[in-house]
């Protein structure tokens, strides 16, 4: 009977251990947008200070990308700036998933020109002819700007590759209502575009060259650009993007941050995504330049 009772008490420790370590192994992955990888991170790092017990691993890619990773079932929460097609829910759904969308917070999208080009303001209209095919502006002369150390006069468009959010976000509402308006034919991007990887690869090609325009998150800008006010129509108020702006909903090209889960969350991802929604992870997003779901108060 002792020894019953030892063998017992040691195959509980067993399992207790077992336990233990299984807790502490416990790993989410969240994959996908660019504009939201640096804020995910921040959450990522600071979340095992709520729960030592979890690990978070980040990596970006694109909204496209890490929407496909969900569908493909290799991620836990899958990051973009955009929501999802018709096409990738049917996908999903084939798939075996059930995909549901979390907006965990709002974002300008802003548009960046070198700090030397004396714009300030673009309308809808002016960046379609920008950045729209068969749009007639290619030069800076042509939108009556002459811009110090651009000696070609020619336009370089930045813009980011086409499984971005931010790419196909900007496409559906500034492409589609300069195309709406008569302005360009099609509401889709010009041909030779410098397509960038991520929002930091336009900001500093924008920093770097006179000629250039270029747009991503707000959360990239830095003191060595300028960020135009933008206009939706031709005529109306400017609206310069900040977190405010963004917040309230004024600047014409704000947008939601989505996750997005196979299923409602459940455990340890739930508790995750539960703390991302509170105060704490609120303040997290608002301190990285991104507009928080409600207002909060932040230290």
Known sequence: MKV??????AVASTIAIASQDLMANTLIQNKGSDTL????QAWAEAYPSVNPAVT???????SGTGIAAMINGTVDIANSSRQMKKKEMQKARESGRDPVEHVVGFDALAVFIHKNNPANTFSFNQLGKIFGRGGAATKWSDLGISVPGCDSDKIVVVSRQNNSGTYAYFKSS??????????ISKGSFRQGTLDMHGSKDVVDLVEKTPCAIGY??????????????IAKQEGATCVIPTVATASDRSYPIAR???????????????????????DAGQCILKNKGYAPVRNVNCP
Do not use: Q
């Open 56 to 62: 978070v691993a980040v990596s970006g890619g694109g």
């Open 216 to 229: 991503s998150g707000l959360a990239y800008a830095t003191d060595h650009l300028k960020l135009a006010c």
């Open 4 to 9: 019953t009772r030892i063998a017992m008490i």
């Open 256 to 278: 939601p941050l989505f996750m997005y889960t196979n299923g409602k969350p459940e455990g340890a991802v739930k508790d995750y995504m539960d703390w991302i929604l509170s």
């Open 174 to 183: 500034v492409l589609k209502g300069a195309a709406e308006a008569g302005v």
């Open 37 to 40: 990888v640096n804020v995910a």
